[in-house]
């Protein structure tokens, strides 16, 4: 590894001194001459139609610019489903935009949409997926011809045959609730239309040109008169990943005024009007033979897409990948159907449908062992994915370490158990069958559980390309820029892929600079999502790294008169491999090549789409990722009998993350990930009821803070993926993915119950513990 | 209605027309021009606002700041000394205790308030001094490491 020094170093995040001292500028913080703010009003009911919009009080108040209403809508519809416009003449959710003001100050805009009068024709409400489905129920969206969106029927093997092959079999009904992605910083844009009709946007969006493009169709507008430029993003965890309203809202306000226009949610408006993890209603089934090999599974879900449609109708791919292919399973079935409702809009959040699966299948997982008699940990190395191996979904999996996470958590398990329990010679992965309760009062029970993943770690591709570009430039300072598609949204990948340029380069990391803001000057790239950054951008900033570097050597090769293949870079130099001494610096490099006749820029271009498939249409089958990431967990839990509390004592994580090239950053990942799936497990639920979100704020929204968290343990599994930059594969979702079955397993390893529905409140909790009892 | 109030901020002392309603936060962000305390929530619960009035950390979005007429305010902008990092920012930087950093100055605000009051606490003590600042990327887990790194002087 001395050839790689830059690799595998724990290099502190390049945007962090700004950062810690105040100095980075996020969408909030974003302040142009003549900027004008601008707010919505959302309908008061969730499914009405608006007969009368008077906004004549509004628009007299001083200091109000203009209002906008339906009638300032382009007449393109826009959204993952096309169905979505920025003003509504019918409400179908209570988070439906009705109108807009625009003013020199946010407290007259906020007190405008007080004075505009709305009269309401209320239509029947459709609260859940079954009603939506039910014969002769109103049409949320007629034109649609359906309130079933999307229906997804995916199978390989026979089931039949999986059934009659089973010796143990179970099967559960599970409730997963709305949850949402509360980043720190609430949504917020910034749009300026200028003179020459060009729009620019100031944006934390995670998919400049796909929202460049969308934006573009919703306005009716080139997508050349559209620069989207990232602001630093203070969080965003899918959140960023569609087009929604209120960003060609703002692009209609500065249109209509002239002048730049901020909208900025505040965080009642993000709980309400963001796009939600959907709910959802799930009935697994899976079987084992008695030599505890996995027969099959049959999975059917129920997704409350809400009242439009975006990516997070998509979640039900990830939901199916988990069934048919976390671990081997030689019969599967799959079937997903995505309904319209009056409800929250919902979309995509990190893990992308997978906690949500892999919550009911290793809860699934765990039942069977335990029918089987057998260790859970052993049951799963048992059936679990292996190295260069394909499963009949078709994924390609090529490296893949879910043997050695398992044996990393159950390592741990065992040290747990060993400190309270030295006497204990059993093996059983469990505490309540070695009878260890140590010296707890009676109604402190423990227990540990385990669950694992499987993750996209090799990109994901959910559109017809799942590119990313880049260009590497070396200054006649010997400075490199790296100029690449992908954006940083906090994760580090500016770091990570600093570090992969300066590796390929020889060059110190503080000798890069990364632009990565501003669709004018990058190269297209999809978007941040599917954990695919390192592996699809680094790729591609490797590949411009190379080309960049081939440039460099033909022009030394030149002035030290060897040939280019005996040339290699290091510390800044270009030096002769062999001979001591004879090297020439990048900075002279670079000026030499271009400060002559017919002279040349250093200019490096790098395109990297991974060798993958779209999904068919029909069978849902194809190898999406070109490597795939694996992870377990194991949670140590404390149950307080009496009140139903649980407490988490230790979550152990293992990752499979090919190879780690900023283990500091890959530890960032995991533990934030964890802070997430603990939420999801535990605390975490948007409560909507009738339509409308009860808990809105961060009181009644329960986040884990820094005092409820458990000891995380993250132990990095190396595997060296062949495909992937310097061996990595992705990790950004795994982090909390297996985390709500992990402690749902300690549950019942701790006082016998099983919960089928998350979070696991106390009252969730106690309610079982009463059915038990 | 206005209020004639003077404000020291990192030492600077400023003479303000306030509005009634504007809250501490509005008026550093929105008339000094300092953007390093951010809104969360605007309801106290997540701690991005977090500044020291007159040696107390504070979340400034729940502060009126006509009623703070004569305060010594320290924002995050006025902990870097002659061009150096504060032993906390730097150990938060080379901790990875930072990743999207909207929540990074409400914690090195509130992580000097506490080691001001208690220069060697517990890992416990830091957990439960910095539960009012929310944070969704990191866990807190670096957070914490970087808050006992600087009280050891170990950062």
Known sequence: MTDTPLIGQRVPKLDAPNKATGKTTYGHDVRLPGMLHGRILYSRYPHAKIIRLDTSRAEKLRGVKCVLTPKDNPPHLFGYGKDNKPFKDVARSSRDEIAGVVATDPDIAEEALSLIEADYELLPNIFSPREALAEGALLIHPEHGSNLFQRYNYSHGDLAQGESDSAVVVEEKFLLPYVSHVCMETSVVVAQFDHRGHLTLWSTTQIPFLLQRDLSEALGISGSNVRIIQTAVGGAFGRGLDIYPYEPIAALMSRKTGQPVRVAFSREEEFLAGPARQPAEVIARAGANADGTLTFRDVSCMLDVGAYISWGTVTPLVMMETTASLYQVPHARFTADCVYTNNLITGAMRGYGNPQSTFFIETLMDRLAEAL????????????????????????????????????????????????????????????????????????????????????GGGARIYRSDGCGATVKVDDFGHVTLVTGSTEIGQGSETVLAQIVAQTLGVRIENVTVLNSDTDIKPWDVGVHASRTTFIAGNAAYLAAVDARNQIFETASQLLGVDADQLSAREG????????????????????????????????????????????????????????????????????????????????????????????????????????????????????????????????????????????????????????????????????????????????????????????????????????? | MKTLITLTVNGDAHELYVDARRTLLDVLRNELGLMGAHRGCDSGDCGACTVIVNAQPVTSCMMLAADWNGAEILTVEGMAQDGQLHPIQRALVEKGGIQCGFCTPGFVMNIKALLDENPKPSEDEVRAWLAGNLCRCTGYAKIVEAALSVAEGTS
């Open chain 1, 373 to 456: 008699n057998m260790d859970p940990v052993d049951f799963r190395i048992m059936n679990a994915n292996v190295p260069n191996s394909t499963t009949p979904q078709g994924l390609v999996i090529t490296s893949c370490g879910l043997k050695e996470c398992l044996e990393a958590v159950a390592a741990s398990a065992d040290r747990s158990v060993a400190q309270e329990a030295p006497s204990s010679s059993s093996k059983k992965s469990s505490m309540m069958e070695q009878g260890n309760n140590g010296n707890l009062p009676p109604y402190l029970k423990r227990g540990i559980g385990f669950a694992s993943t499987l993750n996209v």
């Open chain 1, 573 to 773: 130099q270009v030096a002769v491999k062999n001979e001591a001494g004879k090297s020439i610096s990048l900075e002279q490099v670079a000026r030499r090549r271009h400060f002559r006749e017919g002279g040349k820029v250093i200019l490096g271009e790098g395109w990297y789409d991974p060798p993958t498939q779209l999904v068919d249409k029909d069978t849902y089958k194809g190898n999406i990722s070109a490597a795939y990431g694996f992870g377990a967990q194991m949670a140590e839990v404390e149950v307080d009998t009496e009140t139903g509390k649980v407490r988490v004592l230790r979550l152990a994580c293992a990752n499979d993350v090919g190879h780690a090239i900023n283990p500091m950053a890959v530890e960032g990942q995991i533990e934030g990930g964890a802070q997430m799936g603990l939420g999801y497990a535990l605390t975490e639920e948007l409560i909507v009821k009738d339509g409308k979100v009860l808990n809105p704020d961060l009181l009644d929204y329960r986040l884990f803070t820094s005092a409820d968290m458990p000891i995380i343990e993250t132990h990095i599994i190396e595997t060296d993926d062949p495909g992937g930059p310097f061996g990595a594969k992705g990790v950004g979702e795994m982090g909390g993915t297996p985390t709500a079955a992990a402690i749902a397993n300690a549950i019942y390893d701790a006082v016998g119950v099983r919960m089928n529905q998350v979070p696991m409140t106390p009252e969730r909790v106690l309610a079982a513990l009463d059915a038990k009892a």
